[in-house]
């Protein structure tokens, strides 16, 4: 393959000898069985890919993208999986393209598509496009720029509906969501849609864009059903009753147990709509609980404990048709996130396309070594106002992007206690919350990201993703915590990927992205200092801290306490009843509540590679953590090398 000259403005147009594989090799489908050789398909590329290609070269050259060779062999991957499916020559299986952001993999299938569209050997071939968002349905539209009785749009917002033809079944390619599929072939296989046909069957080229999962997590803590004992009393007081029975009975199944739900349903003769009606106008999440619990009732289920909550039962559903595949999936969390390994490995129906992450070398991470978590913000607020504060005050004239936790009454307003605090053009500052972080290149241009704190969810939830991933229900048995963890990291990962990468870091100079400074305010236990040099290759990291410690009071000689301990003992383990015996403090409340969550304490024992550790439900004390875990490098220094 011809490399790109980057010291040359010039783009090279990618040979047609890829490695690749016959139909034959991919899938011994009665023995559900993979070659992971390679993942694009026999012979030279095709003519749709060939001219997809060019097409593709023409634009990047126009808008001066020059991607990589390595990316280039990608993005032929994602044309010539899109033609093997136009041509029925594809297996049934699940493609997943995980190149990053910037690269090009959505460009390449809205080449692919305009391709497709003016090819007179593929007339009667439809195109099924799945989006996560109703405000993807518009950008594509306008990039697709095709005649209005070609495209339509199937979704819930009718004003959406009407950009497209009202003639669905005979439009080429048809718009939709993830959430719209998923509901329309509930209990039955997408080949009974006739909404999703064209002309008659089944649309050919099936694209799935961002994130995929197999079905939906269920979990049910004890709290939750304890929301529903007052509701249901006038429905069935001897549900109740036995609803009551669980709840207590929860209380002592250890974590990691298999639990068989009682068959509530059957038992008291009680339908779930009925159930719904009752509890409609309630409490918000109600009827969402009576759906979980009608679901597992019944069935077994997985025991997690989710610290302070308590005892979570937790399980799956499938929510995807059995003949979805042959279907393109673009993610560009693939390469960071712990379910598609689980997916792989467990279900042996997901084959991955070449990877070809971009090279980081211009993105700057700085690293404030506390926690950031809505417990955090609920404790530590202000301070950490102040610090995203001050860092965007030192930087005047420049624009900056903020992500934040969602506003909550018991937590800080953390857009509105940041704009008090501001010095600087307020214009120039956006805000935007999780949950809203990806899936908009409207910040693109923006150098300076910050990442007010991250998103961390119950054990239950990414023990439950794993197994939705692995296919492993729990009938059939435990899940490892090794698998638990890596789910965990992984979708960590992917918050972070997917929200840092609204800022420039999306965009691509060549193989790199565009300068950017990230900041990033995530606790030493979280792990998530280590796992940024995976995230972003190449990437430099380094020490933040945006407001000084001036240590006083029993605050101080805690640290003073610990810093010497550790000194002592470096491998050890410190309780906390020994820093408490050691301060005077008699009541363990009193040394959480003044001590272990003063945010001048969390910073300087994280200052020091110290974090809390012990039990698996409840912090006992006090560990420190190697050089190589948590050391950060001198701000000359790569965290890749």
């Known amino acids: 393959m011809d490399v790109i000259n980057a010291h040359q403005d010039q783009c090279v147009l990618p040979a047609d000898s890829y490695q690749t594989l016959s139909a034959k090799n991919v899938v011994k489908l ?62 049934p299986l699940y493609y997943l393209s995980s190149l990053d952001p910037g690269v090009g993999k959505t460009q390449t299938v809205i080449h692919f598509i305009k391709v497709l569209m003016a090819s007179q050997d593929h007339r009667g071939v439809g195109v099924l496009m799945c989006v996560s968002r109703l405000d993807e349905v518009r950008t594509i539209l306008g990039e697709l720029d095709l005649a209005k009785e070609m495209v339509a749009v199937f979704t819930s917002d009718k004003d959406l509906n009407a950009l497209g033809t009202s003639h669905i079944r005979s439009a080429r390619v048809l718009l939709t969501t993830q959430q719209m599929v998923e509901a329309r072939t509930r209990n039955k296989p997408l080949s009974d849609v006739d909404q999703f046909h064209h002309h008659g069957r089944p649309r050919q080229v099936r694209i799935w864009d961002e994130t995929i999962l197999p079905g939906q997590t269920i979990t049910l803590g004890r709290y939750d059903i304890a929301s529903l004992l007052n509701p249901l009393t006038g429905v069935s007081p001897a549900l109740v009753s036995d609803l009551e029975a669980l709840f207590t009975d929860l209380r002592d199944v250890e974590s990691g147990s298999i639990y068989p739900v009682p068959d509530f349903a059957g038992k008291h003769e009680v339908d779930l709509p009925a159930v719904l009606e009752v509890l409609q106008g309630g409490n918000h999440g109600d009827q969402a609980v009576a759906e979980s619990l009608w679901f597992l009732s019944g069935k077994a289920a997985s025991v997690c404990r989710d610290g302070v909550r308590g005892s979570t039962v937790l399980s799956y559903r499938e929510t995807l048709p059995a003949d979805l595949p042959p279907v393109l999936v673009l993610d560009a969390s693939g390469r960071v996130r712990g379910t598609y390994p689980e997916w792989e490995a467990g279900r042996r129906n997901l084959v991955r396309l070449r990877e070809a992450p971009k090279s980081y070398d211009n993105l700057t991470v700085n690293v404030w070594p506390i926690g950031g978590g809505k417990s955090a913000f609920r404790r530590n607020g202000n301070k950490l106002v102040d610090g995203i504060a001050t860092t965007i005050n030192s930087k005047p004239g420049e624009p900056w992007l903020v992500v934040h936790h969602k506003f909550i009454p018991t937590m800080v307003d953390i857009e509105k206690g940041v704009r008090e605090l501001l010095a600087v053009d307020q214009q120039q500052v956006h805000f935007i919350t ?86 990033i305010i995530a606790s030493p236990r979280s792990g998530i200092r280590r796992e940024l040099a995976h995230m972003f290759p190449g990437c430099h990291v380094k020490q933040w801290r945006p407001v000084p410690i001036a240590l006083v009071g029993k605050v101080k000689e805690a640290v003073a306490f610990i810093s010497a301990w550790f000194d002592a003992q470096p491998e050890g383990f410190l309780r906390f009843s020994s820093v408490r015996k050691a301060l005077g403090i008699m009541d363990s409340a009193n040394f959480k509540q003044n001590i272990r969550r003063h945010p001048d304490f969390q910073q300087a024992i994280a200052d020091m590679g110290v974090v809390e550790d012990g039990g698996s439900t409840y912090l006992t004390g006090f560990r420190k953590l190697t050089a190589a875990w948590f050391g950060f490098e001198d701000e000359s220094e790569r965290c890749c090398q």
């Open 30 to 91: 009665r023995k559900e069985t993979l070659l992971h050789e390679a993942t694009t398909f026999l012979g030279s590329l095709g003519a749709l890919t060939r001219s997809t290609i060019k097409a593709l070269q023409e634009t990047f050259c126009r808008l001066g993208h020059r991607p990589s060779q390595s990316m280039w062999a990608a993005l032929v991957d994602v044309a010539s999986t899109l033609e093997a499916m136009a041509n029925e020559a594809c297996p």
């Open 434 to 519: 999780w949950g809203n972080h990806h899936a908009t290149n409207a910040f693109s241009h923006i150098p300076n990201v910050i990442l007010a704190g991250t998103l961390f969810y119950r054990q239950s939830t990414y023990e439950a993703l794993g197994r939705l991933s692995a296919g492993k229900p729990p009938e059939d048995g435990l899940y490892s915590e090794d698998a638990v963890a890596r789910v965990r990291e992984g979708e960590n990962s992917h918050l972070i990927l997917q929200a840092l990468c609204r800022g420039s870091v999306r965009r691509c100079q060549g193989p790199v992205c565009a300068p950017c400074e990230a900041y």
